[in-house]
Each structure stands twice: as structure tokens, then as C-alpha cells.
């Protein structure tokens, strides 16, 4: 950008033109937050005390944690794994209209997340849910009790709704970022597939690798309404625990729940700035 | 037997032909290169060769042996392509080392070559360095390096140059010619620049439509065009259409041209004379004893740097003379002038 | 390089196709059967559960409030995202990192996380429990849907160079605005537009812990409806996903040349 071609600009007053947003941000975002840390880190009494943080060390609230990162990580990593098969399958399809149709399709579903998508789920995965009968019926396989909808394991299989189609459109551009170029030097000088693959394309698509399961881990852990309609109190997630401090249904301790939030936003922040620093990495490479 | 052969080499991609009935001999350590306008098939051709692609029919054969269905990575040629084809996720010293990686060599052999190859390519101290910190010339040595590390039997350039800004490709393509005859590696090169092709090789194949149009030293292809095409593609030629006289005269309008007629072209048939802007002369005044004088108005004068190249009418036909550039100050604008050029400065060929 | 093996590719593909489209058809069966739960195929259909949940007193109710806070998202969006998007891209571009972080941080704050933090300082009527602050909440929560769609065609089409180039035809700012730029940022304006509005249809945590109650969505009523009525939930539920449906058809549609709305909205993170 040649800057120096341009009339030199009021520098302050342009700020003013962001301050109205920038007002707005801070008043339903930045404070609330910044008041959150800071009440977590209070007594009851406004003085400073680390006691909130000492009542989440409660056994609730530790396995609510440990629920909400391990389910988080499942569907993170099966959800990046088999969104890589599946991605490398659609965009190596031979029409271009069924791929763009595919893509699509995954657009409009990892956004069907929420109560909707959880009660579909419930009709088709339910006790009386057509697959669950269809197990039945033609495998001769009861599902229930060992599995069911309502639990953990069902709880995974709903998150790969989501997660599934967000890995595939994260990296199907990365496939699109390998280079013909680079297969064919790799190839003419002597390297077979496998060579290529563990030598070339799986370090090149890394980051980008990377970047999906963070972005999926990030994107399970926020996740509230689909393990509400779902488990209700079945499961206890941290999100779920955080709104229990707000309905107040099971227990009312603001303090722990400011303390919950942070420790959340932690978890969420370390994931936000993995993901930005793989994806650097990942653009680094795409020139 | 030549080292490399193309014989009757045909490829579609499906109503397309890229390339037709392609015949070609390339000897040992010969540099042969592919010229033609853009979508000619020249990529195509040189793929081929590589194994990226498949003939539909023909065979090639590589120092006796028949490779028309040998995979690529069994073929043993290096491919130099147009750009940013090294692997971004390794140094220099690992993408040059990675065909010998792959194929199982001793790492100190390895080490070995590596460094050799560097010091080939004058790029020694980049070894630690990845392909996003270089620039666009010396990634284009880089993958020279890596083509010629695994020894490869012949060497393949696609465009290697195109991406890079004149001087550099000024530059480089005098280093690949260095390099080639060092090695006396056996090289096709493909090119849209003619200047590129008829600089740095042994020889030149000029394609049209997937067809070859000719073959020969650079300078036969620049004196002697074998078809209209390549004298309109190799340089600037002036055509001036005309029938046949006799042996030695072709009709240009009013005037008698003396030209060497090819035995081919019968009497009263229809002919095209060509002649290079730096065989005509100009004059201000009607030059007494010339050949082949033409008379006209000048239209254009332009400065080229070390020529002027001036645009005549000669009764609605623009004929380009070229002079010396300190001459310039002699002609005007719309100035009658008369262009003169010698007979064996021409080539006749048939006008279909 | 070569085919894969194509049974292998296709197989995968139809599974990944099932396994997204079944939970949807189902539902629309579901909502549609009179009585589906020993038998493989419903036994009979009927419109009855979408009779009985339109005459629900809820139901219009809560559609109402959920088109209130959609729509109200948007236009906040239109005339305060889109301007001030548009105002650093051409005079602050020192302002583009900072937005940019901005519009990043929702990504990171879970929607309860957010709800809380809006509750515990908005403890105070008017603001305690209202609309207001519901709309506020979905505004911080869908903004980076509105914002990169326009940020990205604003920096596709190069803004300076457009305004340059106009500037010494003679255009004045006004007609620049309205015949040079609109123009060229309308499909992501149409787009984040309809991407905002969609997700905040179909927001149930912050509706649920904000107001809750006092001001009822349309997702609380079909959440409350999962566990009293199945059937009847099924009607919500399709109705639900065929309003993200539209908005999603009529992105790809607004949008034409290939880009899609969540490609977009995380694109250049
Ligand atoms: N994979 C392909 N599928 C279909 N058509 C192709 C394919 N590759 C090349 N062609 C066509 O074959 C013809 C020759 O292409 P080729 O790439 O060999 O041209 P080229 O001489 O290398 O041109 P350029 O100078 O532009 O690189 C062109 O008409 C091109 O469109
Ligand atoms: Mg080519």
C-alpha cells in the first residue's frame, strides 16, 4: 500500500468513527468478562480471596471439568480424523457438482447444532428411534441397554454431527493447498505413495491438522444446548455447571460459578491461540 | 539409435489432441528445446517423457530401452518445473537430498552429493534455509539441484524461467546451460521464449497445435524458416505475397523481386517472400545499383536501443526495415524513402 | 497422481451422508407420524402435532420473540458492524488488528460463560433478565458471522484502489458508496446477514439463561416440548431446521460464486 499517495489523514478524529463499536464491545464484552476474573478472585465481601477457586476443587466440579475435556477431545480428534478421510474422499470426488454439493451441505449442518439437532438424534437413537430398531430388527443387536442416547457414548455420536462437517470444510482446503507440483517431484524423484504421503503431504497438512482439532475441542467445550436437551442432568459438563449456577436448580454459588467461567475461558483461550498459531504456520507454507 | 526417441508420440485429452504423431531424436548430452505459442502441447510432450502422462499411442525409448510404460518414479529423469514445486515443509539440504532419501542411499553418500549439488548451483551456504526464505531464482537452482542429485538420465525444464523478472532469467538460463554441458546431461527444455530457446540450446523443435513445425540449430530455424509459421514465430519477418516468375523472380505488384525460388514452387503459382527487418536497407534517395528496390512512405520510426526499426507502406503493404540507431537523424515522419535488400537475403515459400 | 480406490471413496462418502441427512428425515417423519415406535416405518400420518403446536398459547408467543431477537441482531449488524467494518478498512486501517481481535474473542467465550458475565453486571432493571440485553448478548455472539463476510469482499475488491480510481473520474463520496462499493460487498453483507440471523434463531443457551422464562424463544419452547412431548417437539424441530434451512439455500444462492458462509466466517482467523 503506497500510503504516501494519500492525503494525510486525521488519525484521531477516524478513531472516533470506531467508538461507538468499540463502547459497545466493551460494555457487553470486555467488562462483564474482565468484571467475571475479577469477582472470581473476590470474596463475598468484594476482598480478595483464591476461595472460589478452592469450592470448584469439589469433586462435582473437578469430574464436570474432566467430563467436558474428555468429551471435547473424543470428538475433536475422531471428528478430525475421520473429517481427514473424508475430506481427502470429497475432494478428491471427480465432479465438481457433487463436491460443491457435498461442501455445502456440510456448511448448513455444522451449524444444526443445539436442541433440534439433539432431538433428532433421540428419534433415531432413542430407546424406540428407527436405528435403534433397525439394529434390531435386521442385525438382531439390541443397543439398549449398553448404549444409549442419553449417555456419554450418545453424547459423542451427537457431536460428531457437528464436528465432522467443521474438520471437513476446514481441510478441504488444505487438500487444495497441496500442490500438483509437489507429488509429481516427489514421484519423479523416485518416491512412491506412502513416501509421499508421510514425507510430504501429512507434515504440510500438520498445521492445518492441528488447527481442526483445537478449533473442534474449543467448539465441543462451549457446546451447552446438545448435552442439555440430551442428558439434562445426566451429564455433568463444565457448561453445565456454570448454568446451574445461574438457574440456581441444583446449587447457587455465584462465587464458584465465576470461578467455573474462568477456568473456561482458560481452556477456551489456550485452544483460540493454538489454532491462530497453527494456522499461521499453516499459511506460511500456502504461498 | 538416438539416446532419447519419441516415435509417432500421440496424446488426447478428449476431443483434444495436444499432441500428434510427435517424432524425435534427442542424442547424448544434446540440449534440445520445445518452442512454441502457448497451449501448443509442448507440457504435454515433455510430461510424456517424464511418465506424468501416457501416450495414446507411439513409443518412446530411453538409451535403448523401451520406457513408454515405465512408472515415473522408475524412470530416472530429473523435472525442473515452473515454479514453487519444492517441498515447503524441508530445508534445501532435504529437498535435495529427498530422491536419494527415498531410493536408500547411504547418508554419507547423501551428504556428499548434496553438498556437491549445492556448490554446482553456487548456492552452498543455504543449506540450512527453507523454500519460503529464498528468492524466486534461487529456489528455481534449488530444484535444478534436486533434479540432478539422483542422477538423473535426462533432464527436463518446464518454463523454469517464467516465473522470474528478466534479469534473472537473463542470468539463469546462461547458469542451466553452464551446468548442462559441465554435466553433459541430456536435456529437454520447454519454452515459449524464443530468444530463451535459440540462446541456450543444440537444438530447437518448433510446435504448432501439437504438430512439430521444424527442427534444427538455432540458427537454421532463425535463417531458415521451413513453413510460414515459424518465420512468423521466430523473430520478425516481412512477407510480401507474390506469384512466381521463373527460377530466380517473384511479382510483388509492379515490381520484379530476385529471389532463389525452391524447386517445389512451379511457375505462375502463388509465393510469399520473406526478408528479416536487418536485411533491408533504407534509402533517401533511389539507390542505383541495389537489387530489389521497393518504394515507399515511412509511417513509423521506432527507438529499440541499439536499432531503429522503421515502418514502411509500400502500396498498402507495412514492410520493417531496421538501421543503425545513429542513422535515425536522416528520416522523418511521412517521408518518401526506398528499401532495397539482397537476393539471398530472401526465402521463397508456397502461399496456400 | 492416482484414483483412489473409488469403492473405498464412495462408501465413505455415503456414510458421511447418512449419517447428516438420517437425523434430519427422521425428524421430518417423525413429525409427521401418527404413531412410530415398535414398527420400522411410521403406521400412519397425520398433520395433528403441528395442529396442536401452533394452538399451543406458547407457540406464536415465543416464534414472535425469537424473529424479534433474529431480526433485531441483524439490523444492529447492518448499521453497526457493517459501518464501522467499512470505516476501518478505509480510514483506520490501524484499527484492523484490533477488530479483528475483537471479533475473534466470541469465538472464545462459551455461551454460558457469556451469559453469565452479561447477568452479574446487568444485574439492574431495565437492563436485568430483558430483551435488551438478550439482543446485546446475540449481537457479541453472531458478530464474527456479519464481520467476515464483509471484511473479506472489502479486502477482495481493494477498497483504496476502488475509491481511487472513482475519485479521479470525478465520483463524490456518496456515489462511490452507494454505485462503487455497495455493489461489491452487498453478497457478504446478504450473506452475514443471513448467517447471523440463523444462528440466532436457532440460540437457545443465552435466550435460556438470560431471559428465560420472562421472555420465552422459540428453542425454549421446543427443549421444554423434548420432555413432555416428543411428537409435538418433532414439529418444532422441523420447523426449526427448515428456517436454518432457507437462510442456508438463500446464502449459497446470494453468494453464487462458491463461497460459503461458515468457510467464510472462519476463513483468515
Ligand atoms: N490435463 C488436461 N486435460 C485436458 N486438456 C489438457 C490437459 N493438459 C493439457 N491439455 C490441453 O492440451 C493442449 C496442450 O497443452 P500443454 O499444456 O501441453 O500446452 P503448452 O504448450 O505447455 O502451453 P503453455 O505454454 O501455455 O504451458 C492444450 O490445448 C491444453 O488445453
Ligand atoms: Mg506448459
Given amino acids: 500500500m503506497m500510503s504516501f499517495t494519500r492525503i494525510p489523514r486525521k488519525t484521531w478524529s477516524n478513531w472516533l468513527g470506531v467508538a461507538p463499536f468499540l463502547a459497545f464491545c466493551l460494555a457487553f464484552e470486555i467488562v462483564p468478562v474482565l468484571l467475571l476474573l475479577s469477582g472470581s478472585f473476590s470474596d463475598k465481601q468484594g476482598a480478595f480471596s483464591l476461595g472460589n477457586y478452592a469450592k470448584i476443587s469439589a469433586p462435582i466440579y473437578v469430574r464436570s471439568f474432566w467430563n467436558s475435556i474428555q468429551i471435547s477431545a473424543i470428538t475433536a480428534i475422531l471428528g478430525a480424523i475421520l473429517g481427514l478421510l473424508i475430506g481427502y474422499a470429497i475432494f478428491r470426488l471427480p465432479s465438481p457438482r457433487v463436491r460443491e454439493a457435498l461442501i455445502a451441505l456440510s456448511d448448513v449442518t455444522t451449524n444444526f447444532a443445539g436442541a433440534p439437532l439433539a432431538f433428532a438424534f433421540i428419534v433415531i437413537l432413542g430407546s424406540n428411534g428407527v436405528v435403534t430398531l433397525a439394529f434390531e430388527k435386521y442385525f438382531a443387536l439390541k443397543l439398549y441397554p449398553a448404549f444409549s442416547i442419553y449417555s456419554y457414548s450418545g453424547l459423542v455420536l451427537a457431536y460428531l454431527y457437528f ?87 441444583v446449587l447457587h454459588d455465584p462465587g464458584a460459578g465465576d470461578a467455573l467461567a474462568v477456568v473456561s475461558l482458560l481452556i477456551m483461550g489456550v485452544c483460540i491461540a493454538i489454532y491462530q498459531f497453527a494456522n499461521s504456520r499453516a499459511r506460511r507454507w500456502a504461498r | 539409435m538416438a539416446y532419447l526417441e519419441l516415435q509417432n508420440v500421440s496424446k488426447l485429452f478428449g476431443a483434444v489432441a495436444a499432441v500428434k504423431d510427435f517424432n524425435l531424436a534427442v542424442e547424448k548430452g544434446a540440449f534440445v528445446s520445445l518452442l512454441g505459442p502457448s497451449g501448443c502441447g509442448k507440457t504435454t510432450t515433455l510430461r510424456m517423457i ?24 522408475k524412470r530416472g529423469t530429473g523435472m525442473v518445473f515452473q515454479a514453487y514445486a519444492l517441498f515447503p515443509n524441508m530445508n534445501v539440504r532435504d529437498n535435495v537430498a529427498f530422491g536419494l532419501e527415498v531410493t536408500g542411499h547411504p547418508k554419507q553418500e547423501i551428504d556428499e552429493r548434496v553438498r556437491e549439488m549445492l556448490a554446482l548451483v553456487r548456492l552452498d551456504d543455504t543449506a540450512k534455509r527453507f523454500p519460503h526464505q529464498l528468492s524466486g531464482g534461487q529456489q528455481q537452482r534449488i530444484a535444478l539441484a534436486r533434479a540432478l542429485a539422483i542422477r538423473p538420465r535426462v533432464l527436463l525444464l518446464d518454463e523454469p524461467l517464467s516465473a522470474l523478472d528478466a534479469v534473472v532469467r537473463v542470468a539463469l538460463r546462461g547458469e542451466i546451460r553452464r551446468i548442462q554441458l559441465e554435466l553433459g546431461i541430456t536435456t529437454v527444455y520447454v519454452t515459449h ?36 509459421f515459424v518465420a512468423a514465430f521466430i523473430g520478425t519477418a516481412n512477407q510480401l505475397n507474390g506469384v512466381v516468375v521463373d527460377r530466380t523472380q517473384v511479382r510483388f505488384g509492379e515490381i520484379l523481386l530476385r529471389a532463389p525460388v525452391p524447386s517445389g514452387l512451379n511457375e505462375s503459382s502463388k509465393a510469399v517472400v520473406l526478408v528479416r527487418p536487418e536485411s533491408i536497407a533504407i534509402h533517401a534517395a533511389a539507390p542505383t545499383d541495389a537489387h530489389n528496390v521497393l ?15 522503421v515502418g514502411v507502406d509500400v502500396g498498402g503493404t507495412r514492410v520493417v526495415a531496421d538501421m543503425a540507431a545513429s542513422n535515425r537523424a536522416a528520416f522523418t515522419h511521412t517521408q518518401h524513402v526506398w528499401l532495397s535488400f539482397p537476393p539471398d537475403a530472401c526465402q521463397v515459400m508456397a502461399n496456400q | ?13 455415503a456414510l458421511f451422508v447418512a449419517y447428516m441427512i438420517l437425523p434430519i428425515i427422521a425428524t421430518y417423519i417423525f413429525s409427521i407420524a401418527t404413531k412410530w415406535d415398535i414398527t420400522l416405518m411410521p403406521e400412519g400420518y397425520t398433520l395433528e402435532w403441528y395442529q396442536t403446536a401452533f394452538d ?38 490501524s484499527a484492523k488488528p484490533l477488530l479483528d481481535l475483537l471479533m475473534i474473542l ?15 453486571v446487568y444485574a439492574f432493571p431495565p437492563f436485568a433478565r430483558s430483551p435488551f440485553l438478550l439482543i446485546s448478548a446475540c449481537v457479541i455472539f453472531s458478530m464474527p458471522f456479519m464481520y467476515r463476510p464483509v471484511s473479506n469482499s472489502l479486502m477482495a475488491i481493494d477498497v483504496h484502489t476502488l475509491t481511487e480510481s472513482a475519485l479521479s473520474l470525478g465520483a463524490n463520496t456518496l456515489q462511490i458508496l452507494l454505485r462503487v462499493i455497495a455493489p461489491n460487498i452487498l453478497p457478504g453483507i446478504l450473506s452475514g446477514s443471513l448467517l447471523v440471523f440463523a444462528t440466532v434463531f436457532a440460540e437457545f443457551t443465552l435466550a435460556n439463561l438470560i431471559t428465560g422464562a420472562s421472555f420465552k424463544t422459540f428453542p425454549i419452547l421446543l427443549v421444554e416440548f423434548t420432555r413432555r412431548d416428543g411428537r409435538i417437539a418433532a414439529a418444532l424441530s422441523v420447523i426449526s431446521f ?28
Avoid: C
Fill in chain 1, 163 to 249: 464436528q465432522l462437517p467443521l474438520m471437513i470444510l476446514l481441510i478441504i482446503p488444505a487438500f487444495a493447498g497441496l500442490r500438483r507440483e509437489w507429488w509429481e517431484s516427489a514421484h519423479n524423484l523416485g518416491a512412491n505413495t506412502f513416501q509421499y504421503w508421510r514425507r510430504i503431504a501429512l507434515p504440510i497438512l500438520t498445521p492445518s491438522l492441528i488447527a481442526g482439532i483445537v478449533l473442534l475441542f474449543a467448539n465441543a467445550f462451549g457446546a451447552y444446548a446438545t448435552a442439555w436437551t440430551l442428558g439434562g442432568s445426566n451429564i455433568t459438563l463444565a457448561t453445565i455447571q456454570i448454568a446451574f449456577t445461574i438457574t440456581g436448580e
Fill in chain 2, 50 to 73: 517424464a511418465g506424468f502422462e501416457m501416450p495414446d499411442a507411439g513409443a518412446l525409448t530411453l538409451d535403448g530401452m523401451d520406457i513408454t510404460s515405465v512408472p515415473p518414479n
Fill in chain 2, 193 to 228: 521464449d524464443q530468444e530463451e530457446a535459440l540462446s541456450i540450446s543444440d537444438r530447437v523443435v518448433v510446435m504448432n497445435q501439437g504438430l512439430i513445425e521444424q527442427t534444427g540449430s538455432p540458427e537454421e530455424i532463425y535463417r531458415q524458416p521451413q513453413t510460414r
Fill in chain 2, 295 to 309: 518504394e515507399g512512405t515511412i509511417q513509423t520510426i521506432t527507438f529499440l536501443g541499439p536499432i531503429t526499426r
Fill in chain 3, 1 to 13: 497422481m492416482k484414483q483412489r480406490p473409488l469403492v473405498l471413496q464412495s462408501l465413505l462418502v
Fill in chain 3, 56 to 93: 399451543h398459547p406458547y407457540f406464536s408467543i415465543t416464534l414472535t420473540n425469537s424473529f424479534i431477537v433474529s431480526i433485531a441482531a441483524v439490523l444492529v449488524g447492518l448499521l453497526f458492524i457493517v459501518p464501522t467494518t467499512y470505516w476501518v478498512h478505509t480510514r483506520v486501517p
Fill in chain 3, 106 to 120: 466470541p469465538f472464545g467465550i462459551p455461551a454460558v460463560v457469556l451469559a453469565l458475565a452479561l447477568i452479574r
Fill in chain 3, 242 to 269: 427448515t428456517v436454518a434451512w432457507l437462510a442456508s439455500i438463500a446464502i449459497l444462492w446470494g453468494s453464487g460464486r462458491g463461497r460459503k458462509p461458515t468457510e467464510e466466517a472462519l476463513g483468515a482467523r
